[in-house]
């Protein structure tokens, strides 16, 4: 037996002997990730049925199954281990630079450099122990130059950095820099330089819960490292000259490094393709209870949270006032005017210049949007660029590759409208609702129900029905009973109810007298 088997061997044994003894587990999370790293448990039953949910995990596995479950969980714990890219624990204080671009394709016409700056200072108020000594913005006619900036603004900006008192950062206010350009900066510049992909990053970096989340922003991580390392293997060749191979490997360093890297992706991409598996079995098992999903999505803290919670009046949400408060998508359960269930998924928010690697790396967990049966497009309406950011989401998801019912039915909800006096939407079909407040709530239900029944093919209907027969409890087991209004002098009665088209199918061929009237 290996080391490393002889180590794992001693750690499960020594886990099973804590458990005998009576050792605490750690408390598990109290999210509801969409994932299977917590499957979802919805606070309803439908109606008639008992014990466990349909959808929940399977019982308890066997001995064999739980070893190598816990040698997986520990093959995670690696991969998961402190990043090396991270900036550290202590505090920064940042000086945050944005270029603006006066003109050209570059330059975009839906915003201003206030703007986009104030978006920038806004991550780096979501970072604890970050403060902002000073915001910036120099023109520029070309971002691609090495310095960024031309020569003349490069050095006035040079110069106000170093008067920055105990400034230990820049925030350049770009998608992405290229690591010769950030090296030459912080040669420049005396300290770290960060674009909007590594200050994302570590935003997601400290909001991750679950270990898919934790899993997807390694594999984020990994074209910067990628870059890192060609620029790190360059200076080494510099520095050192003569052999560029590792003593008796036959490899160079950059070759040694990459391969190492290389395996590090797979390792990450087959945990992440292990959850996805799994995720889609708890789907199935949902979708049996054909209860419909409405996934509710946005830019960034634009009030998503905020309005699941007013929907479906669970306490235990607690919305957050900053950038991605929410990484894993989480599922919770509410009631249409017709009490008919449903499941509000709640999604990861999106932002402007979001550089493609880091969506890519989240598509698994947006891969969910994909099933539902409903997109809510939640806009903060009072942001002043509301439009560019309504831009930025659509593009995202056509990115996704969504089926085309469901772009052409989503619903556009205008939030925050209690800030804007006599708020009225430009855009048709659009519903303005303050989630805070409650204010248009009820309306955007039956919007939502409209558009549920069209989708899932469910039928709202009245049955007459012989009290004395099976019917009225196969439809409490089957279908959402609405309504019952008993007929003493003869035994009746007429139920409303919702049905699905495939249980409706199965009522007609059970008890093809019963009177049937479409609502």
């Known amino acids: 037996m290996g080391p490393g ?25 109290p999210a509801r990730p969409l994932s299977a790293a917590a499957p979802l448990r919805a606070p309803l039953r439908p109606p008639g049925a008992g014990g466990r949910a349909p959808w929940d995990g399977a019982a308890g596995a066997g001995g064999d199954e739980e070893e190598e479950g816990e040698e997986d969980e520990a093959a995670l714990e690696e991969l998961l281990g402190p990043s090396p890219l991270a900036p550290g624990p202590g505090a920064q204080r940042v000086a945050i630079v944005h270029p603006a671009v006066k003109w050209g394709p570059q330059k975009s016409p839906l915003t201003t450099a206030e703007l986009q700056i104030a978006e920038a200072a806004a991550l780096v108020d979501t970072l604890q122990n970050w403060t902002i000594l000073d915001k910036i913005i120099i023109p520029t006619k070309n971002r691609s130059k090495k310095f960024v900036f031309g020569k003349g603004n490069f050095q006035v900006l040079t110069e106000k950095i ?17 690591s010769l350009t950030k090296k030459e900066l912080e040669g420049a510049w005396g300290v770290q330089v960060f674009d909007r992909y590594t200050v994302v990053l570590h935003i997601f970096r400290c909001n991750a819960q679950t270990k898919e989340a934790k899993l997807q922003v390694a594999l984020a991580e990994i074209p910067l490292l990628r870059s890192n390392l060609k620029n790190e293997a360059s200076q080494r060749d510099q520095q050192r000259g003569g052999s560029r191979y590792i003593m008796g490997s036959g490899e ?17 991409r087959n945990a992440l393709e292990k959850l996805r598996r799994k995720r889609a079995l708890l789907r199935t098992r949902r979708r049996k209870c054909e209860f419909p999903m409405v996934s509710v999505m946005g830019y960034t803290n634009c009030g998503k949270t905020t309005l699941i919670k007013a929907l479906t009046g669970e306490a235990g949400i607690q919305p957050k006032d900053q950038l991605f408060a929410t990484l894993d998508i989480t599922a919770h359960a ?53 439009m560019l950011q309504k831009a930025t989401v659509l593009s995202v998801l056509r990115n996704l590759n969504l089926p085309s019912h469901l772009l052409d ?21 659009a519903l303005a609702v303050s989630a805070l407040h409650g204010h248009g709530l009820e309306e955007l239900k039956q919007e939502i129900e409209k558009k549920i029944l ?21 439809l409490y087991k089957e279908a959402t009973v609405q309504e019952v209004e008993v007929m003493p002098e003869d035994g009746t009665a007429r139920v409303k109810v919702i049905i699905s088209s495939s249980a409706f199918g199965r009522y007609k061929n059970l008890f093809p007298n019963s009177k049937i009237f479409m609502s």
């Open 5 to 29: 088997r002889l180590c794992w061997s001693l750690l499960l044994r020594c886990r099973r002997a804590a458990a005998a003894l009576g050792a605490p587990r750690c408390p598990p999370l």
């Open 162 to 178: 170093k008067k920055l008192p105990h400034v230990t950062a820049v925030f350049l206010n770009m998608e992405r820099i290229s």
């Open 252 to 268: 160079t360093f950059l070759e040694t490094q990459n391969r190492v890297l290389k395996e590090r992706e797979l390792k990450i």
């Open 334 to 386: 509410g009631y249409l005017p017709s009490h008919m269930a449903v499941i509000y998924v709640d999604t990861i928010g999106f932002l402007t210049d979001l550089p493609h690697n880091l969506v890519e790396s989240f598509s698994a967990t947006l891969e969910e949007v994909a099933y539902s049966d409903l997109i809510v497009h939640v806009r903060d309406i009072t942001h002043p660029e509301t």
């Open 409 to 429: 039915s989503v619903v556009e909800v205008h939030n925050k409208v209690d800030l804007v006096e006599r708020y009225k939407p430009a855009e048709e079909n």
């Open 454 to 474: 069209t989708a899932t093919g469910k039928k709202i209907l009245t049955v007459n029905i012989n009290l004395e027969g099976p019917q009225l409890s196969w």
